[in-house]
């Protein structure tokens, strides 16, 4: 069983940059692929961004490219999410989560078998 804490978020302006962190629990991080999602309040939990197990592999939704990054520390069992030129759309609770089943989607929340409890991100206009 894995256990993820995320931490980083907070109030920003606009065109700012804030980095997102998630700490997993256990020895075996290393093993799963790990995926960023966003859910704003009354919309659907989105997908942004995932990283294969060893980091060598990266997907991000259209709407971050060129704007967040993700990135992974396999010793300090932690995925971060570099976040710039943020903008009031990216306003939502960030989550991250972990995935066994590399064969499932890296861009559905069902594929993923362990979640964080979320952090809040904020950019004011």
């Known amino acids: 069983q894995v256990q993820l804490v995320e931490s980083g978020g907070g109030l920003v302006q606009a065109g700012g940059s804030l980095r997102l962190s998630c700490a997993a629990s256990?020895?075996?991080?290393?093993?799963?692929?790990m995926g960023w999602f966003r859910q704003a309040p009354g919309k659907e939990r989105e997908f942004v961004a995932a990283?294969?197990?060893?980091?060598?592999?990266?997907d991000y939704a259209d709407s971050v490219k060129g704007r967040f990054i993700i990135s992974r520390d396999n010793a300090k069992n932690t995925v971060y999410l570099q976040m710039s030129s943020l903008k009031p759309e990216d306003t939502a609770v960030y989550y991250c989560?972990?995935?066994?089943?590399?064969?499932?989607?890296?861009?559905?929340?069902?594929?993923?078998?362990?979640w964080g409890q979320g952090t809040q991100v904020t950019v004011s206009s």
């Open positions: 256990g020895r075996t991080f290393s093993t799963y692929a």
């Open positions: 989560a972990a995935r066994s089943a590399l064969l499932q989607p890296a861009s559905q929340a069902t594929s993923y078998d362990y």
């Open positions: 990283i294969s197990r060893g980091g060598t592999g990266t």
